[in-house]
């Protein structure tokens, strides 16, 4: 299941980031979203989604949720 997918308020494990875009995996490397690391969907909008990992709170884009497996 990808991130889009994802409960609200549920924690869930990431499990896979589907991108060959190294540039991207950069990114969400430094943001500590790696496999094996939790993640939290607390909110979503239409074109976006708020997430918890680690301390932090990030607000992505659906099309970078939907590369996240968890």
Do not use: H
Request: glycine fraction near 6%.
């Amino acid at each position: 299941m990808t991130l889009v997918e994802a409960n609200i308020g549920e924690e869930y494990i990431i499990k896979n980031i589907a991108t060959d875009d190294e540039e991207l995996n950069s990114f969400l490397f430094s943001l500590g979203c790696y496999s094996g690391e939790p993640i939290t969907v607390v909110s979503r909008k239409k074109r976006n989604c708020t997430v918890s990992i680690k301390d932090g709170r990030y607000n992505i884009d659906n099309e970078l949720a939907a590369a996240i497996l968890v």
